[in-house]
């Protein structure tokens, strides 16, 4: 039942801007996310939470107290780190109760808390093994462990299952899920991948150059992206951005993304929402695969384009098409179109389209 | 690793086996000198061609630990009949064992030096290795203001042979009352080391990753805990390792030894070739005398080998 608040951090590493004037807060027992290329200010800001950095202005608060001048042992907060960091010369079952010697925790509370929280994660059997006997998966259950077992008032996660191979990284996903949902206690969770984050985070903090972006539930940030960045770094494969130009020969309203292909068609109601964008030159359309329809036939509010590469990922084919000189990729289902080369037809479901002012990156808000 | 063998690489690893074994027993050869010398009669030690067979005996250690003079006239066969066996031993050799006045056996100048010697090497070997492990581990996790100046520094002072100083430090521990005392032998000993100590330590403490201590921090622990619960376990090999060559260091030591001390804190280096000089050398005793001087360094190394072995790879392969 921890409430964790940002407000106004600020910090530097010599004269580089790191984090600059984050404000953010975080709901008791909230998963928050916090998602962002590396070197964008989000594993800084975990640290800064954490107390093994200090801020240059700002204040951390944890229940409404202000921490930013507080050691880190005095914080109450537990950590998860990328390299697991379980001390080597300590078995599995030291290393977790390491966390509750500090406390001056009785012997028989300490082996009785370390059996609890082995059971939960089904590490029990190896509880007398080494760190370096142990397999990654199980690295990161003791480490997870280690955090857990003195039921800190929050965890702290900086991309702890980066170092797994991909199968491991779903299965401890899951768990990690499954674990919050049982113990739930506020976390912070740091990573690059953004399918880690939308599977897992109540809220998604996005971050670019140690700005804050976005803050918001996965279905909103993925369906509702704020400005460019956001739209481009998440979901995958990648949103197609172009610049657009909206013409309206009186009855008709099209965006076209070309100059040379006639434009898609979009009701008439766009005009309204751009609100005087549309003239400026400045616009850029935003559509995810999935919004570009693709049919073999001509049909109405198609517009003729050529396939120029074909990805078939199983489930599901991302194909690129050529329209004019622009690119758009479509996500299309497996085999749909046979070879590239092929002229096929595609259309922009408005529904799905969003439109950014380039200049500021800042996303209209246009819903249709 | 090819799995399988051809014979020309088994011919070669046999090879490499015999030149191995040839070039052990060339170092060990001065070694195996010095231990049968100590084990020989005195009239076959100094035989030529060297005696290789003989019956070992114990006299020379017997002779190396207790103070003699040289036998006037023979003990009567009541006297040799009483004395007890080393004695005997003493009486075989035309010298008797030197007593007080109350009859006291006195030792020989030995023992005390040896002692010396494992007083001065064990503490400045501890005071050196504890100083430089704080002193690396300052400089290997802290922003220190001119860092590479400081290690530059602390490099330099061995960039010229001790000796050069020897006059100098010999006026400056004359002045304050240091010479032939065991605080000065450690002071200096120590400054030796402490330079060879904060670099090899700062090499060990670096491949140590910082997260085992953050993690420590996060856990509850104040800095100062985690350097004793995770850093200092973690580099026990690397301590292993340089405590063994600070003391070699300490225990090897001759010039400072021989010009700073006299008698109370003289050590065994120089006290051993003293005995050459005085009357006829007996070669077997100062065989004795050299040999048990190897034993403290061997056994030392002996019980550290495995941090030793790995200490010298640490940090050649990436985890």
Same mark, same amino acid.
């Given at each position: 039942?921890?409430?964790?608040?940002?407000?106004?951090?600020?910090?530097?590493?010599?004269?580089?801007?790191?984090?600059?004037?984050?404000?953010?807060?975080?709901?008791?027992?909230?998963?928050?996310?916090?998602?962002?290329?590396?070197?964008?200010?989000?594993?800084?800001?975990?640290?800064?939470?954490?107390?093994?950095?200090?801020?240059?202005?700002?204040?951390?608060?944890?229940?409404?107290?202000?921490?930013?001048?507080?050691?880190?042992?005095?914080?109450?907060?537990?950590?998860?780190?990328?390299?697991?960091?379980?001390?080597?010369?300590?078995?599995? &079952?030291?290393?977790?109760? &390491?966390?509750?010697?500090?406390?001056?925790?009785?012997?028989?509370?300490?082996?009785?808390?370390?059996?609890?929280?082995?059971?939960?994660?089904?590490?029990?059997?190896?509880?007398?093994?080494?760190?370096?006997?142990?397999?990654?998966?199980?690295?990161?259950?003791?480490?997870?462990?280690?955090?857990?077992?003195?039921?800190?008032?929050?965890?702290?996660?900086?991309?702890?299952?980066?170092?797994?191979?991909?199968?491991?990284?779903?299965?401890?996903?899951?768990?990690?899920?499954?674990?919050?949902?049982?113990?739930?206690?506020?976390?912070?969770?740091?990573?690059?991948?953004?399918?880690?984050?939308?599977?897992?985070?109540?809220?998604?903090?996005?971050?670019?150059?140690?700005?804050?972006?976005?803050?918001?539930?996965?279905?909103?940030?993925?369906?509702?992206?704020?400005?460019?960045?956001?739209?481009?770094?998440?979901?995958?494969?990648?949103?197609?951005?172009?610049?657009?130009?909206?013409?309206?020969?009186?009855?008709?309203?099209?965006?076209?993304?070309?100059?040379?292909?006639?434009?898609?068609?979009?009701?008439?109601?766009?005009?309204?929402?751009?609100?005087?964008?549309?003239?400026?030159?400045?616009?850029?359309?935003?559509?995810?695969?999935?919004?570009?329809?693709?049919?073999?036939?001509?049909?109405?509010?198609?517009?003729?384009?050529?396939?120029?590469?074909?990805?078939?990922?199983?489930?599901?084919?991302?194909?690129?098409?050529?329209?004019?000189?622009?690119?758009?990729?479509?996500?299309?289902?497996?085999? &749909?179109?046979?070879?590239?080369?092929?002229?096929?037809?595609?259309?922009?479901?408005?529904?799905?389209?969003?439109? &950014?002012?380039?200049?500021?990156?800042?996303?209209?808000?246009?819903?249709? | 690793?090819?799995?399988?063998?051809?014979?020309?690489?088994?011919?070669?690893?046999?090879?490499?086996?015999?030149?191995?074994?040839?070039?052990?027993?060339?170092?060990?050869?001065?070694?195996?000198?010095?231990? #049968?010398?100590?084990?020989?009669?005195?009239?076959?030690?100094?035989?030529?061609?060297?005696?290789?067979?003989?019956?070992?005996?114990?006299?020379?250690?017997?002779?190396?630990?207790?103070?003699?003079?040289?036998?006037?006239?023979?003990?009567?066969?009541?006297?040799?009949?009483?004395?007890?066996?080393?004695?005997?031993?003493?009486?075989?050799?035309?010298?008797?064992?030197?007593?007080?006045?109350?009859?006291?056996?006195?030792?020989?100048?030995?023992?005390?030096? =040896?002692?010396?010697?494992?007083?001065?090497?064990?503490?400045?070997?501890?005071?050196?290795? #504890?100083?430089?492990?704080?002193?690396?581990?300052?400089?290997?996790?802290?922003?220190?203001?001119?860092?590479?100046?400081?290690?530059?520094?602390?490099?330099?002072?061995?960039?010229?042979?001790?000796?050069?100083?020897?006059?100098?430090?010999?006026?400056?521990?004359?002045?304050?009352?240091?010479?032939?005392?065991?605080?000065?032998?450690?002071?200096?000993?120590?400054? =030796?080391?402490?330079?060879?100590?904060?670099?090899?330590?700062?090499?060990?403490?670096?491949?140590?990753?910082?997260?085992?201590?953050?993690?420590?921090?996060?856990?509850?622990?104040?800095?100062?805990?985690?350097? =004793?619960?995770?850093?200092?376990?973690?580099?026990?090999?690397?301590?292993?390792?340089?405590?063994?060559?600070?003391?070699?260091?300490?225990?090897?030591?001759?010039?400072?030894?021989?010009?700073?001390?006299?008698?109370?804190?003289?050590?065994?280096?120089?006290?051993?070739?003293?005995?050459?000089?005085?009357?006829?050398?007996?070669?077997?005793?100062?065989?004795?005398?050299?040999?048990? =001087?190897?034993?403290?360094?061997?056994?030392?190394?002996?019980?550290?080998?495995?941090?030793?072995?790995?200490?010298? #790879?640490?940090?050649?392969?990436?985890?």
């Amino acid at each position: 039942m921890t409430e964790i608040v940002l407000r106004g951090i600020q910090k530097w590493f010599g004269p580089v801007q790191v984090i600059k004037d984050l404000n953010l807060t975080i709901a008791p027992n909230e998963f928050i996310v916090m998602l962002g290329q590396s070197g964008c200010g989000k594993t800084t800001t975990l640290r800064a939470i954490a107390g093994l950095e200090t801020i240059d202005e700002g204040d951390i608060l944890i229940d409404g107290k202000p921490v930013q001048h507080l050691k880190c042992s005095d914080r109450d907060i537990a950590m998860v780190f990328q390299s697991f960091s379980l001390y080597p010369h300590m078995t599995v &079952f030291e290393n977790i109760a &390491f966390p509750l010697r500090a406390t001056r925790m009785g012997k028989a509370d300490v082996d009785k808390a370390v059996r609890e929280i082995a059971r939960v994660l089904r590490i029990t059997d190896l509880l007398d093994r080494r760190p370096s006997a142990l397999s990654g998966g199980d690295m990161q259950r003791v480490a997870i462990g280690r955090a857990l077992v003195r039921q800190p008032k929050a965890m702290l996660m900086d991309e702890p299952i980066g170092a797994l191979d991909a199968k491991l990284r779903e299965e401890m996903r899951a768990e990690i899920k499954r674990l919050h949902l049982k113990q739930g206690s506020t976390t912070i969770y740091v990573t690059h991948d953004q399918v880690e984050a939308m599977s897992l985070a109540d809220r998604i903090v996005i971050m670019h150059e140690g700005v804050l972006q976005q803050v918001g539930s996965p279905e909103e940030v993925y369906s509702r992206p704020q400005n460019l960045f956001v739209a481009q770094f998440v979901g995958s494969p990648v949103m197609n951005v172009s610049p657009a130009a909206v013409r309206d020969d009186g009855g008709a309203v099209s965006v076209a993304v070309d100059a040379t292909v006639p434009g898609f068609p979009f009701p008439r109601e766009l005009l309204g929402h751009l609100n005087g964008h549309a003239s400026g030159g400045a616009l850029a359309m935003g559509i995810r695969p999935e919004g570009v329809l693709v049919s073999r036939e001509a049909r109405d509010g198609y517009v003729p384009v050529e396939v120029h590469l074909i990805e078939p990922l199983g489930s599901y084919d991302i194909v690129d098409l050529k329209v004019g000189e622009a690119m758009l990729r479509a996500r299309t289902s497996a085999g &749909f179109v046979p070879a590239a080369g092929e002229r096929v037809h595609a259309r922009i479901d408005p529904a799905q389209a969003h439109f &950014f002012d380039t200049a500021s990156g800042q996303s209209l808000g246009v819903r249709l | 690793m090819a799995a399988v063998q051809t014979t020309g690489e088994r011919t070669l690893n046999k090879l490499a086996i015999v030149s191995v074994l040839i070039v052990t027993m060339i170092f060990l050869a001065p070694i195996y000198w010095i231990v #049968s010398t100590s084990f020989k009669p005195r009239n076959l030690a100094t035989t030529v061609p060297p005696t290789i067979v003989f019956t070992p005996e114990v006299s020379p250690f017997v002779k190396l630990m207790l103070k003699r003079s040289q036998l006037r006239e023979q003990p009567t066969p009541e006297e040799y009949a009483a004395a007890p066996w080393w004695e005997r031993l003493v009486f075989d050799g035309g010298e008797k064992v030197v007593r007080d006045g109350k009859g006291e056996v006195q030792l020989s100048g030995y023992p005390s030096r =040896f002692l010396n010697s494992l007083i001065v090497a064990i503490i400045s070997t501890v005071l050196a290795v #504890s100083m430089g492990t704080f002193t690396a581990y300052g400089f290997s996790r802290f922003k220190v203001k001119g860092e590479d100046d400081w290690l530059f520094f602390i490099l330099s002072t061995r960039m010229l042979p001790p000796v050069v100083v020897a006059i100098p430090m010999f006026l400056m521990y004359r002045t304050f009352g240091l010479n032939d005392t065991h605080i000065g032998l450690i002071i200096l000993y120590t400054a =030796f080391n402490l330079s060879f100590s904060v670099w090899l330590m700062k090499g060990f403490i670096d491949e140590i990753p910082k997260e085992y201590e953050e993690a420590a921090l996060v856990d509850g622990y104040t800095r100062m805990e985690a350097f =004793f619960k995770i850093v200092l376990p973690e580099a026990a090999t690397g301590i292993a390792a340089t405590a063994v060559f600070c003391f070699i260091t300490a225990w090897n030591e001759y010039v400072f030894a021989l010009i700073m001390t006299r008698r109370d804190a003289q050590t065994a280096p120089p006290f051993i070739p003293s005995q050459v000089g005085s009357g006829l050398p007996d070669w077997t005793v100062i065989a004795a005398g050299t040999f048990l =001087f190897l034993l403290p360094v061997a056994i030392f190394t002996f019980l550290l080998r495995r941090h030793l072995l790995r200490g010298m #790879s640490f940090g050649a392969i990436r985890k």
